[in-house]
């Protein structure tokens, strides 16, 4: 069983945010993932092609820093190796207020294994639940996928939430007060489908002219199934496999809310179909994949960052469905900057707690 002053929940950019953040204030800290590696939407996955290893970014295809506060960080992450800028067309295209958008490099999850390396991390453990006794807070974990009995994990003075907020509040104690709340936020769940296409067939900018022209109806999105298209090598230090491209091509959340039952194989010949008839060729598939991201993105409305620390249990809450007060152009920060944004904020109310009776760190 782990010991430690904190227990971080979720190894995407909130949890490892915050992770580094108090392991460098001194404080001992243990982040848990359920997955194998570490990321979350930010994760990439390997595919082999023609002899060749190379990787997808599942998620986020890339991210805009918009405050002062991210844009500093992510000079240093591009200073470290493990962040790149992408090309600006991109941003505009897509109608973002950033003029650039960054990608970890050479692929998605380089920036949080960057962040994982220096914490002690823990993978492939799903936490099933939490129990708060005689003032510390006790975490219990079983295998995912797998029948092993429930173990209890870890004993810590605070634990931090840094999942989708369903599933932070599947974690609490029963009728603890933060899960109304949690509970509350709907995310917008996701598909989004991964092509190997053989041959080179064009530019994204070109793809994506195609598909918009073609379809003036569909509402901030390419076609009313189709939101964006991105082909994965064209990001800065990725593998270029001769003679094939391969795209992330992310569904419309719309679309997506409307079929989020369909089966992977019946996503993947739908969104296919869909691009043959607007691109008006047949596309030569080697390889396929449909991720279903549950929790893609966050609503308009926001949980309020006033309650992302609760003192006197010392629980906290962090990720991109918190709104900081931060503001970039009329609207809050979106996405990786807004997971980073909320762990920020909660780190510095947490070393502003003066009655914080955690191990001294000096
Ligand atoms: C398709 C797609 C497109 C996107 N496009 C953009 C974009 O253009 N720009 C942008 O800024 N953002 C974009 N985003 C959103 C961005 O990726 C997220 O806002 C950000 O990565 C969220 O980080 P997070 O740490 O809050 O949550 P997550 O990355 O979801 O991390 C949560 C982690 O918690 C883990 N976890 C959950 N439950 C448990 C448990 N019980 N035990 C242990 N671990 C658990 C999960 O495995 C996961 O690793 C996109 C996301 C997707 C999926």
């Known amino acids: 069983m782990k010991e430690c002053d904190f227990l971080i929940i979720g190894a995407g950019m909130a949890g490892l945010t915050a992770a580094t953040q108090l392991h460098g204030a001194g404080h001992r800290v243990v982040c848990v993932d359920k997955a194998r590696g570490s990321g979350g939407r930010l994760s990439s996955k390997r595919v082999d092609l023609a002899d060749i290893t190379t990787s997808v970014d599942l998620g986020c295809p890339g991210f805009s820093a918009t405050i002062p506060l991210f844009q500093a960080q992510v000079r240093e992450w591009q200073a470290a190796g493990c962040v790149s800028v992408w090309h600006r067309e991109h941003a505009e295209a897509m109608g973002q207020d950033a003029t650039e958008l960054f990608v970890g490099s050479p692929r998605s999850s380089s920036l949080t294994r960057y962040l994982a390396n220096q914490v002690e991390i823990d993978f492939s453990q799903r936490i099933t639940r939490l129990e708060y006794q005689g003032g ?15 173990v ?10 840094a999942t989708p907020p369903r599933q ?3 974690l609490l104690p029963q009728e603890h007060p933060l899960q109304e709340a949690l509970q509350s936020v709907e995310m ?19 793809i994506r002219d195609t598909l918009r022209a073609q379809d003036p109806k569909a509402s901030e999105g390419l076609t009313e199934c189709i939101y964006d298209v991105t082909v994965d090598h064209q990001k800065p230090g990725r593998v270029n496999v001769p003679g094939f491209q391969l795209w992330q ?7 997506s809310a409307e079929n989020i039952d369909l089966s992977p194989d019946l996503v993947c010949r739908t969104v296919i179909r869909e691009l ?7 596309l030569e598939i080697v390889s396929q994949i449909a991720h ?3 929790y893609s993105l966050p609503p308009d409305q926001k949980l309020s960052s006033s309650q992302n620390w609760i003192a006197g249990e010392r629980l906290g809450i962090c990720g991109d469905y918190i709104q900081t007060d931060h503001r970039s152009g009329k609207s809050g920060v979106a996405g990786v900057e807004s997971a980073y944004l909320s762990a920020a904020d909660l780190v510095q109310k947490i070393k502003l707690q003066k009655s914080a009776n955690f191990s001294d760190p000096s």
Do not use: N
């Open 168 to 170: 932070a509040a599947d």
């Open 249 to 255: 091509i992310q569904a419309h959340p719309d679309w």
């Open 276 to 282: 043959e008839a607007r691109l008006g060729m047949s």
């Open 292 to 294: 279903r991201w549950l």
């Open 188 to 206: 917008i769940p996701q598909w989004v489908v991964i092509l190997a296409v053989k041959g080179v067939v064009a530019a994204p900018e070109r």
């Open 136 to 150: 510390r807070w006790y975490s219990y974990s079983g295998r995912p996928g797998t029948d092993d009995e429930e």
């Open 152 to 161: 209890c994990f870890s004993v810590s003075d605070a634990v931090i939430l």
